[in-house]
């Protein structure tokens, strides 16, 4: 199955990216630059990929994270939805192939699940991989429905079942992988930091980052 990849990206600027984690915002920073690499390794590895990166006047920041085969594009103004659909329908203005859209904080997050994922998409108008805390972190398009970017609460808890809901009541036919897990809350880096402990080749560079991080002489 042919397909492409778009990564939503916000620019590591400190005091305005993982928020969330009590770091300090010079490590949250860092932490979002090893994450931003990570994915993008991943992704490129797999299929086509291009970034779309926020804040649109900040990609100078993200550009020297990404190999030269990697495409970067800048973000619209407004809300997730509303940026995610405006990036789908930049490349469906290009290329009909199909698209998963992903972000940088499910770091381990199979390869075997992102390519299930995309076969899905021979048979189904949309796929969508949830989050343990009611996002998601993977949806797939065969072509670009914006109903799915409408009328979801985003950054709630609600946001994978509104998104059905929305593709149910336009008829559209749906894949559901396994539930997997991102990043936003401490416990969750907690958890990824257990992870690649064990297997750092998931996301090398987080776990580079995160193994500096617990070395009080790196802070």
Same mark, same amino acid.
């Given at each position: 199955?042919?397909?492409?990849?778009?990564?939503?990206?916000?620019?590591?600027?400190?005091?305005?990216?993982?928020?969330?984690?009590?770091?300090?915002?010079?490590?949250?920073?860092?932490?979002?630059?090893?994450?931003?690499?990570?994915?993008?390794?991943?992704?490129?590895?797999?299929?086509?990929?291009?970034?779309?990166?926020?804040?649109?006047?900040?990609?100078?920041?993200?550009?020297?994270?990404?190999?030269?085969?990697?495409?970067?594009?800048?973000?619209?103004?407004?809300?997730?939805?509303?940026?995610?659909?405006?990036?789908?329908?930049?490349?469906?203005?290009?290329?009909?192939?199909?698209?998963?859209? #992903? !972000?940088? +904080?499910?770091?381990?997050? &199979?390869?075997? /699940?992102?390519?299930? @994922?995309?076969?899905?998409?021979?048979?189904? *108008?949309?796929?969508?991989?949830?989050?343990?805390?009611?996002?998601?972190?993977?949806?797939?398009?065969?072509?670009?429905?914006?109903?799915?970017?409408?009328?979801?609460?985003?950054?709630?808890?609600?946001?994978?079942?509104?998104?059905?809901?929305?593709?149910?009541?336009?008829?559209?036919?749906?894949?559901?992988?396994?539930?997997?897990?991102?990043?936003?809350?401490?416990?969750?880096?907690?958890? #990824? !930091?257990? +992870?690649?402990?064990?297997? &750092?080749?998931? /996301?090398?560079?987080? @776990?580079?980052?995160?193994?500096?991080?617990? *070395?009080?002489?790196?802070?």
């Amino acid at each position: 199955m042919t397909f492409r990849i778009l990564i939503m990206a916000k620019a590591p600027i400190p005091g305005t990216v993982k928020t969330r984690l009590m770091l300090l915002p010079k490590d949250a920073a860092g932490l979002q630059t090893a994450l931003i690499s990570d994915a993008v390794e991943k992704a490129r590895t797999l299929a086509r990929t291009t970034v779309a990166g926020a804040p649109p006047d900040r990609l100078d920041l993200i550009r020297p994270l990404l190999p030269g085969d990697v495409s970067l594009i800048a973000q619209v103004p407004g809300g997730l939805g509303d940026r995610m659909l405006a990036g789908v329908r930049t490349l469906f203005a290009a290329s009909s192939t199909p698209i998963l859209i #992903l !972000g940088t +904080d499910a770091p381990t997050l &199979p390869t075997e /699940a992102i390519t299930e @994922a995309a076969t899905a998409l021979e048979s189904r *108008d949309i796929t969508i991989i949830p989050s343990i805390d009611g996002g998601y972190v993977l949806l797939g398009l065969r072509r670009p429905v914006g109903v799915v970017f409408r009328g979801v609460d985003w950054s709630t808890e609600v946001v994978f079942r509104q998104t059905l809901r929305r593709a149910d009541e336009a008829g559209l036919a749906v894949y559901e992988g396994d539930p997997w897990y991102d990043v936003d809350e401490p416990e969750d880096l907690v958890r #990824l !930091g257990e +992870d690649l402990g064990g297997h &750092p080749e998931l /996301a090398p560079r987080t @776990a580079d980052f995160l193994k500096g991080l617990q *070395d009080p002489r790196a802070r």
